[in-house]
């Protein structure tokens, strides 16, 4: 096995509150994370020449999610005054939604983009909409806490954590595939994860099959799949916090990697023959650039 080279992005002081949010566009990595103020979400972007900037900041107070769009990225969020909105990484707003809130949106990547977001509370609807088209209902529940979505064949994947139970829910044009699965799932690209001690639980909608995957410790958290590149946490009481990047091979993880700040959560995308890691570390956002695991 090859060791991962690191390099350290030198940012000047970004300070930043919770998740970074990452999508890949063309050759460059955008890098989106709220402001402590809410008054603004800070956006970096890394290109495959080596080379970053820092942008002018979004007019939103938070960021829920960043997605791939034709003409670039389009992040999601809580605009300034709590109202969940759709922007292009420009400052255009092409979406604000009015209704009562129940889960923030989340762009997926495609175009045209869309947005998936949940309004209202006994009942919640889940919503689907893109830039010039009217919403359309996916799914009615009694209360709606959170939302995952991703790009699916011809369609979307959206996993919806409810009152009393996770659904997952694949749309594609003319069909529709729901399921009921374990509370705590994950989606990533093409498969729902789920942490199973002594392993990972991988499920995949296309086959309808589950594997399992050997992974040590007993509190793992935060997975994450993009680009067969698996990400995860383990926070067990006889050890210091640890965040981890693998890929993700057919029957086991190939080169399981400590990220470069090993106590915080971390998002990865790849980079032509590297990955970005974004990390929120005391306050601040910290970038690393990594070769692949090898």
């Known amino acids: 096995m090859t060791p991962v080279a690191w390099r350290y992005v030198p940012l000047t002081a970004v300070p930043v509150t919770g998740r970074p949010h990452l999508t890949r566009v063309g050759d460059s990595v955008h890098v989106f994370a709220a402001r402590p103020d809410r008054a603004g979400v800070e956006h970096v972007v890394v290109s495959d020449d080596d080379s970053w900037e820092i942008r002018p900041p979004l007019p939103l107070a938070s960021v829920s999610g960043?997605?791939?769009?034709?003409?670039?990225?389009?992040?999601?969020?809580?605009?300034?005054?709590?109202?969940?909105?759709?922007?292009?990484?420009?400052?255009?707003?092409?979406?604000?939604?009015?209704?009562?809130?129940?889960?923030?949106?989340?762009?997926?990547?495609?175009?045209?983009?869309?947005?998936?977001?949940?309004?209202?509370?006994?009942?919640?609807?889940?919503?689907?909409?893109?830039?010039?088209?009217?919403?359309?209902?996916?799914?009615?529940?009694?209360?709606?806490?959170?939302?995952?979505?991703?790009a699916a064949p011809d369609g979307l994947d959206l996993l919806c954590q409810t009152s009393a139970h996770t659904r997952f829910l694949r749309v594609t044009p003319g069909t529709r595939m729901e399921r009921t699965l374990p509370s705590g799932s994950f989606l990533g690209s093409g498969a729902v994860l789920a942490a199973r001690p002594p392993g990972l639980e991988i499920w995949s909608p296309d086959t309808d099959t589950r594997r399992q995957i050997p992974l040590r410790g007993l509190h793992i958290g935060r997975l994450g799949l993009v680009d067969d590149l698996l990400t995860w946490t383990v926070d067990d009481t006889d050890e210091p916090p640890a965040a981890w990047v693998a890929r993700l091979g057919p029957t086991d993880l190939e080169h399981p990697t400590r990220l470069p700040d090993p106590g915080h959560t971390a998002v990865v995308r790849r980079l032509g023959g590297r990955m970005v890691v974004a990390q929120q570390v005391s306050g601040r956002l910290e970038i690393w650039l990594g070769t692949l695991p090898k």
């Open 66 to 150: 960043a997605a791939a769009g034709p003409d670039g990225p389009v992040v999601a969020g809580a605009r300034l005054g709590d109202l969940a909105a759709v922007v292009l990484a420009d400052t255009e707003i092409v979406l604000a939604v009015h209704h009562e809130v129940a889960a923030w949106p989340v762009p997926v990547d495609g175009d045209p983009v869309r947005a998936v977001l949940a309004t209202g509370h006994a009942p919640t609807t889940v919503r689907v909409a893109t830039p010039d088209t009217e919403h359309h209902v996916l799914l009615v529940a009694d209360e709606v806490h959170s939302l995952q979505a991703t």
